[in-house]
């Protein structure tokens, strides 16, 4: 049974690089999905911010495009996101997913979220 | 981007109603849509997939259907644990986004 788990700081200042890891338990991150990243505010409601595939394939929402790196990373069974240059607008709780990488899926499993506030 | 609209943002019910929530995308995504749960303090739960699939281990209470631009969840029987904030989300083109929730608590 996978199971996901957000790690990170939960206070960042502005203008610094937001990193989260998702570590993925009970399987590999070479399996057939898409490991995605997804915010909540409750200002904005639910956004997805992108999603990897264990080949290094990438997906980003262009709304943070500019701002937004999603790895894997194989050794260690896990994904990462990295958004740099934070404003109070990222504060959210941050949530790792996974999707099926077949036609239709939808993110069947999620990580508990972590929250993060960007605040000086 | 496509965007998502739900009707309605919140509704109170009781135990046993028959319940429906709309959910509308502003382009045809043939049925890449899925339907989500959430509780306070929890992350979104996936009931559905593909429009209509209902996803391993979710009540058969959950119902759903649609396809293009129009979608409905429906719980035939609504339960103590059904008060929850439901969310549509399409995957049919990057981004993949979602509605703004439909509230359903006790009347």
């Known amino acids: 049974q996978i199971q996901l788990q957000e790690s990170g700081p939960g206070l960042i200042k502005p203008s610094e690089t937001l990193s989260l890891t998702c570590g993925v338990g009970?399987?590999?991150?070479?399996?057939?999905?898409?490991w995605s990243w997804v915010r909540q505010t409750p200002g904005k409601g639910l956004e997805w911010i992108g999603q990897?595939?264990?080949?290094?394939?990438?997906d980003y929402n262009p709304s943070l495009k500019s701002r937004v790196t999603i790895s894997v990373d194989k050794s260690k069974n896990q994904f990462s996101l990295k958004l740099t240059s934070v404003t109070a607008a990222d504060t959210a709780i941050y949530y790792c997913?996974?999707?099926?990488?077949?036609?239709?899926?939808?993110?069947?499993?999620w990580g508990q979220g972590t929250l993060v506030t960007v605040s000086s | 981007d496509i965007q998502m609209t739900q009707s309605p943002s919140s509704l109170s019910a009781s135990v046993g109603d028959r319940v429906t929530i709309t959910c509308r995308a502003s382009?045809?995504?043939?049925?890449?849509l899925s339907w989500f749960q959430q509780k306070p303090g929890q992350p979104p739960k996936l009931l559905i997939y593909?429009?209509?699939a209902l996803q391993s281990g979710v009540p058969s209470r959950f119902n759903s259907g649609g396809s293009g631009t129009d979608f409905t969840l429906t719980i035939s029987s609504l339960q103590p644990e059904d008060f929850a904030t439901y969310y549509c989300?399409?995957?049919?083109?990057?981004?993949?986004?979602f509605g703004p929730g439909t509230k359903v608590d006790i009347k």
């Open positions: 997913a996974k999707k099926e990488s077949y036609n239709y899926a939808g993110l069947d499993l």
């Open positions: 009970g399987g590999s991150i070479s399996s057939s999905n898409w």
């Open positions: 990897v595939y264990h080949s290094g394939s990438t």
């Open positions: 382009q045809s995504i043939s049925i890449f």
């Open positions: 593909a429009a209509s």
């Open positions: 989300q399409q995957s049919y083109t990057s981004p993949f986004t």
